[in-house]
């Protein structure tokens, strides 16, 4: 037989290994659902809001986000030909920049995209905040490029015909396509002067964001395909911009460590002493 | 074993029986570590209560630890007690840092399937006549309106479903319509998602809201084409 000893040690250790199995269990479920929000990295020294091929972009992680044919309100399109977006994010902690990259076969005037965000601390209906019955919903924020006019116009919408540009424009964008594909950077300041109408970025927290791209090309009679509410749309997902490293959580594990160690230099005096006395 | 070795094999057997066991019962689902860890603490508190009740139990109980832990007349055991040692300290700073970081998740947002219809969409029969000629008209509205999520197999499979969420429902799935009656149907057809409560998340949800298109009849009769096509039938009050 063996030593009680040997035994007690044997089971120590199984106990051990399950409470490790409990802690590293209850770690990696966190990680399940990653691709479901765009994460701006932090960077030092200007955002690339003019080069959707810098090398910047590589140490943003890409996120893609599959898109469908608007089909939430009139006019509706039954196809379209953009089936996902990839996008990244970086910033600077004063400017952030979005790099929106799709497939398309072809080049055309009216290749559009665009981004949008939910307002404050209402929620917005995706499809550019229409009302809601039994929610007060809010406005959002488009940031819309276009080839043709190789720029971003900055908007903002509350329901179904009430799409109109800002009297700020905040918003800068520039597209670049090659080998079929687009790539399109939207840019701005993380925070505007005007919270009413502009989505502010605060670094750290979860806004909510949608995607909307048109593929500019045109049917046989020469009208476009692609146009107004007819387009490629996702649902909202979520884009935080990365906060500054925090090292917080290092000195309260140390702190909590030491003072575990601590106790049980206090408990094995004790518990000697006690044997002795 | 010793009085210390029961108790042992106890709280292993529970997890074991938590992680492995209960999960695979009908009915059941995994169990979060959360409440794992509750329910192994409790089991451990019962097993300290019920070993400390007499003397001699108690110090059959303790006696072994405070041995380990004291490092008397432990032999081979002695590294494993300078292992505990070490580890015991990590692990405390390692949850405190789990517990501490901020979370990369975005916030998680339940929502309700099946949120509660307002009052006036509750109990109300379908007024038009179950012919094969209104459900083949159904089915014809259906294939028209609907299709391009929900699918022509009614599966939520459509075309144009990928890339909304919440994905477009399941018709031949048994938890969608075989579980809601007509009038619930009726509602969320006219409504749309715009016409969910804010436990259903109406921000999110691309169904049109039918009533601004389509006259209540063809509603009526879509609801008719939908059961039929996806071999569903309404829920009934038994």
């Known amino acids: 037989m063996k030593p009680a000893n040997q035994i007690i040690g044997q089971v120590l250790r ?31 020294g200007g955002v690339p809001v003019d080069d959707p091929n810098a090398a910047a972009w590589s140490s943003a992680p890409p996120a893609t986000f599959p898109m469908s044919p608007q089909v939430h309100w009139q006019n509706r399109i039954q196809e379209v030909t953009v089936k996902d977006v990839i996008v990244r994010a970086l910033h600077d902690g004063k400017q952030v920049a979005v790099l929106v ?15 949008e965000f939910m307002v404050g601390d209402k929620k917005a209906h995706f499809a550019h905040g229409q009302p809601m019955l039994q929610v007060e919903g809010g406005p959002v924020n488009i940031w819309f490029w276009k080839n043709k006019t190789a720029k971003a116009v900055d908007m903002n919408a509350k329901g179904f015909g009430t799409l109109k540009a800002q009297e700020h424009q905040d918003v800068k964008a520039k597209g670049i396509y090659s080998n079929g594909t687009w790539k399109v950077v939207f840019s701005r300041d993380l925070s ?12 750290g927290q979860f806004i909510s964001i949608a995607f909307a791209v048109w593929d500019g090309r045109k049917d046989g009679a020469g009208d476009l395909v692609e146009k107004g509410s007819q387009k490629a749309v996702s649902s909202w997902w979520y884009f935080r911009a990365d906060a500054p490293p925090d090292y917080s959580g290092y ?27 | 074993m010793g009085a210390l070795g029961k108790p042992i ?10 992680k492995f066991v209960l999960p695979n019962i009908p009915g059941s689902a995994p169990l979060p570590s959360s409440l794992i860890f509750l329910y192994l603490l409790l089991t451990a508190s019962g097993i300290v209560i019920f070993e400390t009740l007499s003397g001699e139990s108690k110090d059959a109980f303790w006696g072994p630890i405070q041995r380990f832990l004291t490092g008397e007349n432990i032999g081979g055991l002695q590294s494993l007690r300078y292992g505990v040692f070490i580890l015991f300290p ?25 949120p509660a219809p307002p009052g006036e969409y509750t109990g109300l029969s379908n007024p038009v006549p179950k012919t094969p000629e209104n459900i083949m008209q159904g089915k014809g509205f259906y294939a028209a309106y609907c299709s391009p999520c929900h699918g022509g197999n009614f599966d939520g499979k459509g075309p144009a479903a990928r890339g909304y969420i919440p994905a477009p429902a399941n018709f031949a799935d048994p938890t969608t319509i075989a579980m809601l009656q007509e009038s619930y149907l009726f509602w969320r057809i006219k409504k749309g998602g715009v016409g969910l409560p804010i436990e259903g998340a109406p921000w999110k949800s691309a169904m049109p809201r039918w009533e601004v298109e389509l006259p209540d009849e063809w509603i009526w009769k879509i609801i008719m084409g939908e059961y039929d096509g996806a071999h569903q039938s309404p829920r009934t009050w038994e």
């Open chain 1, 14 to 44: 199984v106990g051990i290994g399950v409470l490790t199995a409990i802690m590293v269990g209850g770690v990696t479920i966190g990680f399940a659902q990653e691709s479901v929000s765009v994460r701006a990295t932090l960077m030092t």
């Open chain 1, 101 to 115: 990259e799709y497939a398309d076969p072809t080049q055309d005037p009216d290749d559009a995209a665009a981004l």
């Open chain 1, 192 to 203: 505007t002067g005007h919270a009413e109408e502009d989505v502010q970025i605060t670094p």
């Open chain 1, 251 to 277: 000195m309260y594990a140390a702190i909590a460590a030491a003072l575990a160690l601590g106790f049980q230099f206090v408990l094995i005096r004790k518990l000697k002493k006690g044997q002795s006395a």
């Open chain 2, 9 to 18: 094999i106890l709280m292993v057997g529970m997890y074991a029986f938590l």
């Open chain 2, 90 to 114: 990590l692990l405390v700073g390692w949850q405190t840092y789990g517990s501490t970081a901020v979370s990369d998740l975005p916030p998680t947002e339940s929502r309700t399937i099946h």
